[in-house]
């Protein structure tokens, strides 16, 4: 009796104590290391703010704020690099950092990183699941007061130059699948808008808060329109790397989670606080 109290003892412990290892080095971990993101280095008000090698502490953007506190309520510390985007997509391809945003999901992007993905049981395609997205956002075009270049949701008219977009953005893809246009991918938002505005571009797209707030901010709104018609819809996601998902597939997956929890609490004051700063 007394061998059989001891053996069944023993076994509880050891399984205690595995469990206490086990808990052990994946918070160790999660303290010990940054998890390290990359980001465009272009101000995209309200979602980046500032172009400098990081993030501003104060106001950084509503994205940023988002996925630093999904971070921090799983034990992480997010530490953020800017870069230009298609650099971005090449570090998270190298695993040299451990997700990216704000991705718009493409067949070809799953070789380079992990998306968050509906449960079998429900897709079996690898579809993104919008529950876990960062943002659904609208992408239209800026054109010139005046212009008659225009846009009717299904085809464009009277094309006298060229279409501007940044350069690695999905639609840029989506000007020459669907349109057989090439995209003018030589300026930024900011200048683009701005060629717009003094007649060198036809029209340029962008999100269309960032491209509002750009227009405003740079001084353009008598001088440029967003077309009415919307140019694309999508969802923005923060990819993660396929190395940190093949480390810790079920801590990703919680990540991705809890960050679609955090946005939906933190959206609404988001928006209306970045909305309130001058």
Not at 79 to 87: A, D, G, M, N, T
Not at 190 to 210: M, N, Q
């Amino acid at each position: 009796m007394n061998c059989k109290i001891t053996l069944a003892f023993i076994a509880k412990l050891i399984i205690a104590t595995s469990l206490l290892i086990s808990l052990f080095k994946t918070t160790a971990w999660a303290e010990e290391q940054p998890f390290v993101l990359c980001a465009e280095n272009q101000s995209y008000p309200p979602y980046f703010m500032g172009d400098q090698s990081t993030f501003p502490v104060k106001n950084p953007g509503i994205l940023v704020e988002i996925i630093d506190a999904s971070l921090k309520q799983n034990g992480f510390k997010a530490e953020f690099i800017r870069r230009p985007w298609k650099r971005c997509l090449k570090l998270i391809e190298q695993n040299k950092v451990d997700g990216i945003f704000a991705s718009i999901h493409l067949k070809e992007r799953e070789i380079i990183g992990r998306y968050p993905y509906l449960p079998v049981r429900i897709s079996i395609s690898n579809k993104p699941d919008p529950k876990r997205r960062l943002r659904r956002v609208t992408y239209s075009l800026f054109k010139k007061k005046g212009s008659d270049f225009d846009w009717d949701g299904t085809s464009f008219s009277n094309i006298k130059q060229s279409i501007g977009a940044p350069i690695g953005y999905v639609v840029v893809k989506k000007l020459k699948d669907d349109h057989n246009i090439t995209a003018n991918t030589r300026h930024l938002p900011a200048k683009g808008l701005a060629h717009v505005a003094e007649g060198h571009l036809d029209a340029y797209i962008v999100e269309s808060s960032i491209g509002n707030s750009l227009v405003r901010k740079h001084g353009l709104a008598d001088k440029l329109i967003e077309i009415e018609q919307p140019f694309a819809s999508y969802d923005w996601y923060m990819m993660i790397s396929h190395q940190f998902y093949n480390r810790d597939p079920e801590m990703a997956d919680k990540i991705w989670t809890t960050l679609g929890q955090v946005r939906e609490q933190k959206i609404p004051p988001l928006i209306q606080h970045y909305n309130n700063l001058p």
